[in-house]
């Protein structure tokens, strides 16, 4: 689990991230999805704009869940480049006057040993959920004692 | 056809526990209907409510942001939340034909422009 250097990043916009939020979470290496919607002149007047992601781990797996309203199944791409599982979620916005569209990405750096062939994802009330197996030998092991 | 936020609705009507956030939202209306657009991620149908009250639209949602039994949370955003949107509708709405639908975390709220309230022309002679 390490820190993505956030120049690298295509996305990078926002020019203050919270420094601390920074250090606490390893997972949150790029600013969430929110602080873009922090720039002046973008969608002013909402308390919460946030698309925010979680990350868990159970014994096989490791679960990635991105907050994406309004977004449908065939309009998200998940990929997995080293080590790095970056989502990208293109929005449509249509008015009687004006049809906008744009993407959000977020990406997140998922520790070594996971296998990369059988993730999969899940999109439910507009929250995607990315399941990521772990390899065999990052599964916790019993030893029993002889 | 204007709609207004009434101010500081969130902070008159949050409960103790959990602060209730005003969601991102649209309003779109056209001469006949008013369509608002709310967006709830993570909520569930049975989460929402709806009331039309005196031209004042509420639209409430609780998101669970619950973690599935054995998941160990290494990194947390999506909490739980309480979704309060208050409008106030500047036209009589026809409560009867209200509809609502969830989609992909996107509530969309279609409200017919009661007849009476509906610009007409008057034909000079």
Not at chain 1, 38 to 65: C, K, M, Q, V
Not at chain 1, 90 to 108: F, G, I, M, N, Q
Not at chain 2, 11 to 17: D, Q, S, T
Request: charged share 30%; aromatic share 6%.
């Amino acid at each position: 689990m390490k820190l993505i250097p956030r120049s690298n990043h295509p996305t990078h916009l926002s020019r203050v991230t919270d420094f601390d939020d920074w250090f606490r979470n390893p997972f949150a290496a790029l600013p969430s999805f929110g602080r873009f919607f922090e720039l002046p002149g973008y969608f002013t007047g909402a308390a919460s704009l946030r698309l925010a992601a979680d990350i868990h781990e159970d014994n096989e797996h490791y679960y990635a869940r991105f907050e994406v309203p309004g977004v449908k199944k065939e309009d998200v791409k998940v990929e997995l480049n080293n080590n790095i599982l970056t989502v990208c979620a293109d929005r449509k916005e249509k008015t009687a006057e004006s049809e906008s569209s744009y993407t959000l990405s977020r990406s997140v750096s998922v520790p070594e040993g996971v296998n990369g062939e059988t993730i999969s994802a899940k999109l439910e009330d507009g929250v995607l959920t990315v399941t990521l197996p772990k390899a065999e030998h990052r599964k916790p092991r019993t030893i029993q004692v002889g | 056809m204007n709609t207004c936020c009434i101010p500081n609705d969130t902070r008159v009507e949050a409960p103790a526990e959990t602060p209730a956030i005003k969601p991102r939202y649209f309003v779109d209306g056209t001469q006949d209907a008013y369509e608002v657009r709310v967006e709830v991620p993570g909520v569930a149908k049975d989460g929402i409510s709806v009331d039309l009250d005196q031209n004042i639209l509420t639209v409430r949602a609780k998101r669970k942001a619950s973690v599935p039994e054995g998941w160990k949370t290494l990194h947390r955003e999506l909490n739980d939340l309480d979704y309060l949107l208050r409008l106030k509708l500047n036209s009589q709405v026809d409560e009867s034909k209200l509809t609502a639908t969830l989609e992909n975390g996107v509530l969309s709220l279609c409200l017919p422009v009661r007849e009476a309230a509906k610009p007409r022309r008057v034909e000079v002679r």
